[in-house]
Every structure is written in structure tokens, then in C-alpha cells.
């Protein structure tokens, strides 16, 4: 167990629906990540909000978002889903940002687009 | 953020050792090394991290050339439930990115 929460762990949802990830973080970490990983993909890398604010952006489509509010659980939003957005999406966290920083991930959130 | 290189694919037996390399020839001079691995459906799971020569923990050995352009992690004597796919990162505090790893399949 990585302590690492996320809900739901699994979800199926209709094309052109919108919904919300949740993640808690580790206790004492500040910096939390999202990722998501497609049927024989690899992790690609979402977002990354340390302790409240974004502090990096990877290959993240407008129609999502993500915020972490002052408690650093963080939520990720994706909207207008299309058949392409079913994946698994991982939140990961760690304690900062330091070089040498450890991420710890969560067991994923399946989401499923119909 | 240094691109890395591994194989995409490893076969080993069971009581082996097995060795996967990595390189990063474009690796910064305060980027960290650090291994994962990951279950079919599940969330990577850190294995070891370095910044140069030797580091050793209960599960892995990784081994950095003074250059630091390539890394190799071992995993002593191999079992069936080692079979996962192994990811080597080189970078520093944000946005890890991570490539296609090695599936590694141990046979018995």
C-alpha cells in the first residue's frame, strides 16, 4: 500500500459526460501528479499541483482540468469524454520537489467511456 | 528531462540474475535515476533510485557508470513474480515522464 488513495476505482460513463477524479495524497506530501495510461501504453504524464499550485503540465487536453485545494487532495476533471479518454488514471505523490524526489502512485482509477 | 533507452522486452528464468540497462545519454548534472515497476493494472511501485556509482536495497542493486549516460538495475535471482514491466527515469523534481519500459517475463 503506497498511501496513495484514489476514488472511484472504477467508473463507466457515456461519450459527451463529464467526471472527477479524486486523489489523497500520502500524509506530509505536498506535490501530487496525475498520469494516465492507455490500453499497451505507457504513463504519460498529466499535471503535477505542489501544495496547491500547478507546477508542471505534460500532454493534458483542455478538456481536462485539475486543482489540489488547501487540505492537497487534488481532483482531476475530464469533460466532453470521448471513446479515447477510457484509460487508467494514476495519481502520484511525494513529499516535494527535490532532485532525488520519490513519487508514490496510487492503484489507479479505470475509467471506462461508452 | 533526459530521454532514456531500455529493450522493450527481456526473457529470464527463475533463480537468475537479471540485468536491464538503461541509457540516458543527455542526463543533467542533478538528475537522479530511478526504477519502477509495474503489475498489469496496477500503479508503478518504486524499486531503487541513484545518482552515481552503486546503490543496494533489499530488492535491486542499480549500477551507474561514472559517465551517468547509462544505468543497469539487477535483480538477483529472479521469480515468477518478478515478471512486470520495469521503467528506468532520469530527471530531476517534476513532471516525470515515463517511456515504454521493459516487460520482463520470467519463466520457470
Known amino acids: 500500500d503506497s498511501g496513495v488513495t484514489q476514488t472511484p476505482k472504477h467508473l463507466i460513463t457515456a461519450t459527451g459526460q463529464r467526471v472527477t477524479l479524486r486523489c489523497s495524497p500520502r500524509?506530509?506530501?505536498?506535490?501530487v501528479y496525475w498520469y494516465q495510461q492507455s490500453l499497451d501504453q505507457g504513463l504519460q504524464f498529466l499535471i503535477q499541483?505542489?501544495?496547491?499550485?500547478?507546477?508542471a503540465k505534460g500532454n493534458i487536453l483542455e478538456r481536462f482540468s485539475a486543482q489540489q485545494f488547501p487540505d492537497l487532495h487534488s481532483e482531476l476533471n475530464l469533460s466532453s469524454l470521448e471513446l479515447g479518454d477510457s484509460a487508467l488514471y494514476f495519481c502520484?505523490?511525494?513529499?516535494?520537489?527535490?532532485?532525488?524526489?520519490?513519487?508514490?502512485f496510487g492503484e489507479g482509477s479505470w475509467l471506462t467511456v461508452v | 528531462l533526459a530521454k532514456t533507452t531500455q529493450p522493450i522486452s527481456m526473457d529470464s528464468y527463475e533463480g537468475q540474475e537479471v540485468n536491464i540497462t538503461c541509457s540516458h545519454n543527455?542526463?543533467?548534472?542533478?538528475?537522479?535515476i530511478t526504477w519502477y515497476q509495474q503489475f498489469p493494472s496496477q500503479g508503478p511501485r518504486f524499486i531503487i533510485q541513484?545518482?552515481?556509482t552503486k546503490v543496494t536495497n533489499e530488492v535491486a542493486s542499480l549500477f551507474i557508470p561514472a559517465d551517468r549516460k547509462s544505468s543497469t538495475l539487477s535483480l538477483p535471482r529472479v521469480s515468477l513474480s518478478d515478471t512486470a514491466v520495469y521503467y528506468c527515469?532520469?530527471?530531476?523534481?517534476?513532471?516525470?515522464?515515463f517511456g515504454k519500459g521493459t516487460h520482463l517475463i520470467i519463466q520457470p
Open positions: 502520484a505523490s511525494s513529499e516535494g520537489l527535490g532532485f532525488g524526489n520519490t513519487i508514490y
Open positions: 500524509s506530509g506530501d505536498l506535490s
Open positions: 527515469l532520469a530527471g530531476g523534481a517534476d513532471g516525470l515522464t
Open positions: 543527455n542526463i543533467a548534472t542533478n538528475d537522479y
Open positions: 499541483y505542489y501544495n496547491g499550485e500547478e507546477r
Open positions: 541513484g545518482y552515481k
